[in-house]
Structures are given as C-alpha cells and as structure tokens.
C-alpha cells in the first residue's frame, strides 16, 4: 500500500496529480466528440500547430498560452476558410495548415537559440514543475468545457450523426462544428503545459477511444473517459516516482496502454463467448 502512497507525500506530485487530472477531465470531454466525429487527424494537427505561437510568445516575452491560443485559434479559422473556399476535402486543409504550422514553428526555433533549452517542456510537458497559475488556467479551461459541452449537446450530437439533418433541425451545424474545433483549442491550450503539445493527444483520444469500448451513449462515455484520463495521470505518476521516467510521456502512454488493454480483454472474452455458445447449445 505504501508503494501507491509513498509518492504522494510531495507537495510538488500532488500538484501534478491535480492539474494532470483537470487536463484528463478537459481532454476526455471535448475528446469524446473528437472520437465520435473520427476528428483525430484535427485534434492532432491543431495540437502541433500551437507551436509557432508558443514560440513567438516567448520571444515577444508574453504568457505563452496565449501565444498558443492564438495560434490554434488561426488554425481553426483557416480550416474553415479552405473548407468553404476549395472543393478540397477537410482532410486536406487541415494537412495544408498542420504542416504549414508546423514548419513555421521549426523556422522561428532555428533562428532563436536561447528557445532550444525550453522546446522539451513544450513539447512534452513539465508536469512536476507546473505552478499555481497553470492550476488555475486548467480549472477555468475544465468549467468551461463542461459548460459548453452540456449546453451544446444537441447541436454536437445532431452534427455527429447528418450536419444535412442538423440544418434542416435548425441546430446550426457550421456553429456546431466552430464551437467544437475552439473547445479542441481551449483543451490543448490549457493541458499542453502539463503533458505537452505531442503527448496532449494522447489524453485527447485515448480515454474517450476507452470508453467508447465499454459504453454507447454519450454522457456515459465522457464520465468513463474522465475516470480512465484520471487513472492514467494516478497510475502515471505513480510509474514516474519509482521507475524515474518522464512523467508528461509515461501519463500519456498509461492512457494508451490502457485502451489496448481493455481491447484485448473485451476480445478475449469475446472469443470465450462465442466458443462457450456451441457447447452450451
């Protein structure tokens, strides 16, 4: 038992483990449309591209979540833009802006030495070192997720399923999916300090990918994707303290190792019921 404790004695893991899990709760809520809506490659392209807003951000001496909010914000516009503009497919404008939010990102790296030191944090996170006001920005990150979602539910749930239908519902789908894409934003703003841009998609999919394994109906899957995002910070830190690894990138692959467990188990027991049926006929 003292093994589960023992890291939990330090006020600086305690921390971690609060601001880890509001990152888990404001990542698994929005993540569950992400995962319902097959928005993976979007909640991945706009979590590379905040770098070049970190960047300039840190240069121009500013709080570099804004720098990061801004910048996803232009890509989320941008998206849109292509999308009503060309004939393109989604797909494809949101590629064109990843990797050109990407590249610009590595441009304005290169040219400032003095930034290489803190690209690690960014990029992976510093969860052990994370202060007060990143507790804070989570917090009102994680009420107002919760906020909008509850109050979108119906337009997100009507864009799922037919944006034609929504329309015709009046649900106001091109709102929807703006409301949807910004709340994406405010997630990997507001946890990219905890666990960093790269592995931030891995609180943003896998918990809810986990959850829509064992549940079907929304509100179900977010509860059980905030408990499963939870575990994996509880589990994650508990791995980092005794085994010395890196803390942002072991929370993110405990959340992963957990969707392939819950996988292999429900197709072995999958497999035991459908052998067990014959022989029980």
């Known amino acids: 038992m003292a093994w589960l404790t023992d890291p939990f004695h330090y006020d600086f893991i305690l921390r971690a483990l609060f601001a880890g899990c509001l990152a888990a709760v404001t990542c698994s809520l929005i993540g569950t449309w992400v995962v319902i809506r097959g928005m993976s490659f979007m ?28 910048s996803a914000i232009i890509m989320v516009i941008g998206i849109n833009l292509v999308n009503r503009a060309s004939k393109l497919s989604t797909d494809t404008g949101i590629g064109l802006l990843f990797v050109g939010m990407l590249a610009l990102g590595v441009v304005i790296i290169s040219r400032t030495r003095s930034f290489t030191g803190d690209l690690t944090s960014f990029l992976f996170g510093s969860v052990l070192g994370v202060k007060d006001s990143d507790i804070w920005l989570q917090s009102i990150a994680a009420v107002l997720t919760l906020i909008a979602v509850i109050g979108f539910h119906r337009m997100f749930l009507a864009l799922s399923f037919n944006s034609d239908k929504a329309a015709t519902l009046g649900m106001r789908p091109r709102l929807a999916h703006i409301a949807m894409l910004t709340l994406i934003a405010v997630a990997i ?23 829509a394994l064992l549940v079907r109906r929304v509100p179900a899957m977010m509860a059980t994707a905030c408990a499963i995002g939870v575990s994996s910070i509880f589990i994650g ?11 942002g990138a072991t929370m993110a692959g405990t959340a992963v190792a957990i969707f392939f467990i819950v996988l292999a188990g429900r197709e072995l027991f999958s497999r035991i019921g459908r052998t067990a049926q014959p022989a029980h006929a």
Do not use: E, M, N
């Open 189 to 211: 703003v507001a946890s990219f300090r905890t666990v960093g841009t790269l592995l931030v998609f891995g609180l943003l999919i896998a918990p809810p990918a986990t959850a």
């Open 237 to 247: 830190l508990i791995i980092t303290y005794h085994f010395d690894t890196a803390a």
């Open 43 to 70: 909640g991945d392209a706009l979590a590379h591209g905040v770098l070049p807003g970190i960047a300039v951000a840190f240069i121009v001496g500013i709080d570099i979540a804004i720098g990061a909010f801004v």
